[in-house]
T-cell receptor, first 114, second 109 residues
Framework: DSGVTQTPKHLITATGQRVTLRCSPRSGDLSVYWYQQSLDQGLQFLIQYYNGEERAKGNILERFSAQQFPDLHSELNLSSLELGDSALYFC?????????????FGSGTQLSVL | QQQVKQSPQSLIVQKGGISIINCAYENTAFDYFPWYQQFPGKGPALLIAIRPDVSEKKEGRFTISFNKSAKQFSLHIMDSQPGDSATYFCAASWYKLTFGKGTLLTVNP
């Protein structure tokens, strides 16, 4: 068990809808990362937050947004969903914000857009 | 643009054999090279990592070999076991972690 909690584990929704994925980092970790995993693209970095502030941005679509709250949990909001958004979304956390941090991944949220 | 290229996509090895997974990168700014292991239904977990000032790092049966001039690095799993069957991701980082597309390793008993 990595100590990172993601909810829900599975999410089935329709095109055009909006969903929120939730992540609770390990106790003491200040950084939260979001990754999208698909068969064709692999693990794609979306965004990183450190202690409530956006730290780095990757291939995150404008329809997607995220935030990290004062209690350090994070939410990833996906709107105007398309079929291609179906993927496994991982949250990871680390103690700090350095580029060589050890990342601890949650078990992911499987999103299916029908 | 795929910044970290990983091969092979899949690999089948007999128990006791050596598993070798290769990765190549383009960006010379990368300064940290970890390998992550992922079992079905789980998130990736850090296996072993290396910095570019070292050519080799060994932890138990797992070894990273790093060739800075060739911009290549590889993971060697000695005495491969069925329990090593998983997907392995190489990665490289300078301000964010970029992953390869993964290698599905199957170790037959």
């Amino acid at each position: 068990d990595s100590g990172v909690t993601q909810t829900p584990k599975h999410l089935i929704t329709a095109t055009g809808q909006r969903v929120t994925l939730r992540c609770s980092p390990r106790s003491g970790d200040l950084s939260v990362y979001w990754y999208q995993q698909s068969l064709d693209q692999g693990l794609q970095f979306l965004i990183q937050y450190y202690n409530g502030e956006e730290r780095a941005k990757g291939n995150i679509l404008e329809r997607f947004s995220a935030q990290q709250f004062p209690d350090l949990h994070s939410e990833l909001n996906l709107s105007s969903l398309e079929l291609g958004d179906s993927a496994l979304y991982f949250c990871a956390s680390s103690v700090g914000q350095a580029f060589d941090e050890k990342l601890f991944f949650g078990s992911g949220t499987q999103l299916s857009v029908l | 643009q795929q910044q970290v290229k990983q091969s092979p996509q899949s690999l089948i090895v007999q128990k006791g054999g050596i598993s070798i997974i290769n990765c190549a990168y383009e960006n010379t700014a990368f300064d940290y090279f970890p390998w992550y292991q992922q079992f079905p239904g789980k998130g990736p977990a850090l296996l072993i990592a290396i910095r570019p000032d070292v050519s080799e790092k060994k932890e138990g049966r797992f070894t990273i070999s790093f060739n800075k001039s060739a911009k290549q690095f590889s993971l060697h799993i000695m005495d491969s076991q069925p329990g090593d069957s998983a997907t392995y991701f190489c990665a490289a980082s300078w301000y964010k972690l970029t992953f390869g597309k993964g290698t599905l390793l199957t170790v037959n008993p």
